[in-house]
């Protein structure tokens, strides 16, 4: 059976530019997975309460102004939440520095400006298919 | 020495012209179909063919006349250049007043606050994430914080921006430390940028803090009150930028600023204003992409609409009602983190069709806006830039130096069809309010994010560095970020506890029970002349924006993908 991979587009902190996350959530959507979309602003703890709630495989977070720097924040309530496995990816700008931060907090991947729609649709898809397998052991055909 | 013309002369232009379309089609090959970001199809030549002569009166005109095509003043940059507003946000008060007289020694003629996203969002330091604060703008929620902010700028003779959503706080700190100051509010000039709260319900979310019934109150309360208190503030900046930033096409996002005008020019009619009292001082912000002869026949064809709508349809008879007053900032969406530096190239080519529009006052990005929020560094390359163009390259000798063009003549015309096509629909809907209550000016826009998106992963429109001409970078050759000190923040939270420990809670009580009353009430007392009050008495931003939200409700843009 075909996966079909679902996740959540949100952004957390206090920015709204949403250009981002309604391209990149109308790309996976145009690609057959399974979209969650928010508006912005969302609080940690609502982040924590969907990605359970709707099951998803993958979270993937926008920000532009510097919300970013919340995201270990996220990672370390994820994990309190029985949800460590689920696969985390950043979009947006991100400084050099930080993404080595957010790689070490345990972010899957951080994709910057100018990242090609199809890199960001192939990567989900994988970190899905990763997480199901881990997930589900038995039903790996 | 001249050669005389071997070819016979052509009999007339229609000859040459059909001449020269059987040369090009001979040796172009398969011609490329070339449109612009409005969808508007882009020939390979225009000729006197393309404009009618005798409607130059009427369209093209002179500077400073009706219809203002050519700019809305007689001298325009001929006289006096546009005002050099960078905008400027970064941690503390006394951060951000350190690099605002920098700026402002580098060639900045004019104050521009940028206030952190907490503040963006309607909350004190005290209710936000702290690794959030400052890192976008400077953290600034009371009366002595503006204070602090603005040392040493002489308020009577800086026309000042805030980037100030409703209710209008950063505004009513001003207007407090102007009169601890001594300073008359009526020698007071600037503009409160984000007042356009339609735009922040569509696209830049980040300035939306009411639900939007009672934003659309506070506005028509704060226009009134500032046309009678500060009667030099532009208290309305319509703005345009957001929309384009977040995808619509240059007509469209023109379309959509005209629309939000007429709306909020219909409300302050319905609250019983006069247009000439309340038009003079509309103004409104654009951006600037990439799309060079696109932006200028944007601006060419705004005015153009503008001076023939507050005529029409408001009868307005001030000319200064009629005149189209624009501020506009280069494209960040255009910007490449690849590369970084060619965005110096690309800032350049956007601010001058900004120049070429007719602009009145111009920020410019910083190269690195794709990599961070801007570096000093970054920031004064953005103001050299501007520096260069006005003064180094003669761009400003001549008056609308493409006036009369085929194709600028031709394109203003063809951007003004299109423009007045997606106005029609708005107002079809039942005007922007309703339009964007619907969703479906957040449809469109979306829409077209995703063509131009579609364009970029496809190739069909190049981007430097992205999709073309890559290279191998260094990270190390990136430019080392500014972050607010974490001790600075620290302090500032600690100063800001203590300070309210201090307080008269009574007096702030006090000042909130009013604030919530005149928000209860439907209408008949001005809530912005309330927040000018707390203000004044030590109420904070948060405590303002608090009371307001409890009493109006909290605004959410619709979720639309």
Known sequence: MAVRPKVLITKIGLDGHDRGSRIVAAHLRDAGMEVVYTPPWQELAAVVKLALEEDVDVIGLSSLATDHLIVPKLMTKLRAAGLGDVAVIVGGIVPDEDEKALLDAGVARVFHPGAPLESISAFVRDAALRVRAARFPAQEA | ?561
């Open chain 2, 1 to 561: 020495m001249n050669q005389p013309l071997q070819e016979p002369v052509p009999a007339s232009i229609e000859d040459a012209q059909i001449r020269w379309r059987a040369d090009y089609d001979a040796r172009i090959g398969m011609d490329r179909q070339v449109n612009n970001r409005s969808g508007i199809p882009i020939k390979p030549l225009y000729t006197p063919l393309d404009v009618d002569a005798a409607r130059f009166d009427a369209d093209v005109g002179f500077p400073g006349q009706a219809p203002y095509t050519r700019g809305i003043y007689p001298t325009m940059h001929r006289g006096r250049t546009w005002t050099q507003r960078q905008l400027v946000g970064l941690g503390t008060p006394a951060a951000y007043n350190e690099r605002l007289r920098d700026i402002l020694g580098q060639g900045a003629t004019a104050v521009s606050l940028i206030p952190c996203n907490s503040v963006f969002r309607g909350y004190d330091m005290d209710e936000v994430d702290e690794e959030l604060l400052g890192t976008c703008g400077v953290v600034a929620n009371t009366a002595d914080h503006m204070a602090t902010c603005l040392d040493g700028v002489d308020l009577a003779r800086t026309s000042c921006a805030m980037n100030d959503p409703s209710p209008f706080t950063l505004l009513a700190f001003m207007l407090a430390t102007a009169r601890r100051r001594g300073v008359d509010w009526r020698a007071i000039s600037g503009t409160s940028n984000q007042s356009d709260y339609l735009s922040h319900f569509v696209a830049n979310h980040m300035f939306f803090r009411i639900a939007l019934p009672g934003a659309r109150r506070i506005l028509t309360d704060h226009i009134a009150w500032c046309a009678a208190h500060v009667p030099r503030w532009n208290a309305l900046s319509v703005v345009g930028q957001h929309m384009q930033q977040a995808g619509a096409t240059p007509a469209e996002a023109m379309a959509f600023a005209l629309c939000s005008a007429i709306q909020f020019a219909d409300d302050c009619v319905a609250a019983g204003m006069s247009p000439d009292e309340f038009l003079p001082r509309f103004t409104f912000f654009f951006d600037i992409s990439l799309s060079f002869f696109e932006e200028i026949a944007k601006f060419r064809a705004g005015r153009r609409i503008w001076a023939r709508l507050t005529r029409a349809r408001y009868g307005a008879r001030d000319p200064r009602s009629s005149r189209f007053k624009f501020h506009a900032q280069t494209s960040g969406v255009d910007l490449t983190r690849q590369q970084p530096l060619n965005n110096i190239a690309r800032v350049t080519a956007q601010a001058i069709a900004g120049i070429f529009g007719g602009l009145q006052s111009m920020h410019t990005d910083a190269y690195d806006e794709a990599l961070s929020c801007p570096t000093q560094f970054g920031a004064r390359i953005a103001v050299a830039t501007q520096n260069i163009l006005r003064e180094e390259a003669h761009l400003t000798d001549v008056i609308d130096p493409l006036g009369g063009s085929y194709y600028v003549e031709a394109l203003t015309n063809e951007m003004e069809e299109r423009i007045a096509a997606v106005m029609a629909s708005v107002e079809a809907s039942g005007g922007m309010y309703r339009a964007v209550e619907s969703g479906m000016v957040q449809r469109l826009i979306g829409a077209s994010a995703q063509r131009h998106q579609e364009a970029i992963e496809s190739g069909a429109q190049t981007v430097v560095g992205v999709n073309a001409y890559q290279v191998d970078e260094d990270a190390q050759s990136r430019p080392a970020l500014a972050r607010p000190y974490p001790a600075q923040i620290g302090a500032h939270l600690r100063e800001f506890a203590d300070w309210k420990a201090q307080r008269s809670s009574g007096t702030v009580a006090a000042a909130l029970d009013d604030l919530a009353r005149s928000a209860g009430a439907q209408g008949g007392d001005n809530i912005f002349g309330r927040v000018v009050e707390a203000a004044a008495v030590g109420c904070t931003h948060g405590e303002i924006c608090g009371t307001l939200r409890r009493e109006l409700g909290f605004g959410r843009p619709l979720a639309l993908v």
